[in-house]
């Protein structure tokens, strides 16, 4: 292959290149935290999300139950749902250390609105090692969540301005996913797992 044929080989294929990447990602917001739940750990999360889904050990959502409409003046709700299944190969399982990072507390919609606006720093949290739960609140076709929680705990109870902001899709379709995973140091040892099939519900209209 002479130069100038090579040069028009490369020209090519940057072009290829350049309008494949015109597009970028769409960075989809933090999601709130609960329990001991930590960025750092929220980011650990994001870099397995997209393994195939695996249900063989998801939790069991206790509610919402599938299909229910929850009237337009219902108050936030609380939803729970089943531990992580331990596996043996657990860090305290074998009298390893296992180091919990400080509860953080969660942030409201509005919190996270602000920061966003006006971004601050956050303090830089221990390696968090645990079971993590990320639910998030999602529309068809939605790239982001409607609503998003990670939390080291079993439940969640809804802020008002997260419920008020579910209020603004009344009438139609939501539904919920919950991905698990195990992590030793903010890195995920087990999962994800998530459930077969997302939990539909939905908010009444006015």
Known sequence: ????????????????????????????PEPLYGGGATDEAWHAMVDVKTKPIDSSRAVTLLSPSEGEVYAADAAPPTWQWTPLEASLSRPHA???????????????FTAWLGELLVPTAHAHLPPYTGDLYWVEISTPGAECPVAQVLT???SWQLDANTWAELGKHAGKDLSVQVMSAYLVQNRVTEGPYRLA???KFRRGAQ
Not at 6 to 23: F, I, P, Q, R, Y
């Open 152 to 154: 080291s705990e079993l």
């Open 1 to 28: 292959m002479n130069v100038r044929h090579l040069s028009t080989a490369c020209v090519a294929a940057l072009a290829l290149v350049t309008s494949a990447c015109g597009k970028d990602p769409v960075e989809c």
């Open 197 to 199: 099939t997302p939990r």
């Open 94 to 108: 074998q009298g390893a250390l296992a180091f919990q990072a400080a509860p953080r507390p969660s942030r409201s």
